[in-house]
Nanobody, 114 residues
Framework: QVKLLESGGGFVSPGGSLRISCAASPDLLKTTTMAWFRHVSGENYELVGTKGAISFNTRNSMKGRFTVIENTESGILYLHMNDLKPAATGRYHC?????????WGPGTQVTVAS
């Protein structure tokens, strides 16, 4: 079974940018719609978006500007995050858009603060 591994998170000032990555597999990206999710402790996983479609909540919740990019040759999913706001703080995970999900990877923490 494919293991998902996210990386690239960190601490960024408001207005800054970050690109995070998810190592999946080429076959998975070619056959399955993959998505990014944001998780804050004690809350449900929140859908951020898929390639070409950022969720309504993310677009309208003052988190920043997000774009999902897929590299199907390498099997890596990216989340480009620009003009980040403190509301974007959280642990970001990739997974299948549709349930049943794959086992969740460790995620990567993004913290936006002054």
């Amino acid at each position: 079974q494919v293991k998902l591994l996210e990386s690239g998170g960190g601490f960024v000032s408001p207005g800054g940018s970050l690109r995070i990555s998810c190592a999946a597999s080429p076959d998975l990206l070619k056959t399955t719609t993959m998505a990014w999710f944001r998780h804050v402790s004690g809350e449900n996983y929140e859908l951020v978006g898929t390639k070409g479609a950022i969720s309504f909540n993310t677009r309208n919740s003052m988190k920043g500007r997000f774009t999902v990019i897929e590299n199907t040759e390498s099997g890596i999913l990216y989340l480009h995050m620009n003009d980040l706001k403190p509301a974007a703080t959280g642990r970001y995970h990739c997974n299948t858009l549709i349930t049943p999900h794959l086992p969740w990877g460790p995620g990567t923490q993004v913290t936006v603060a002054s």
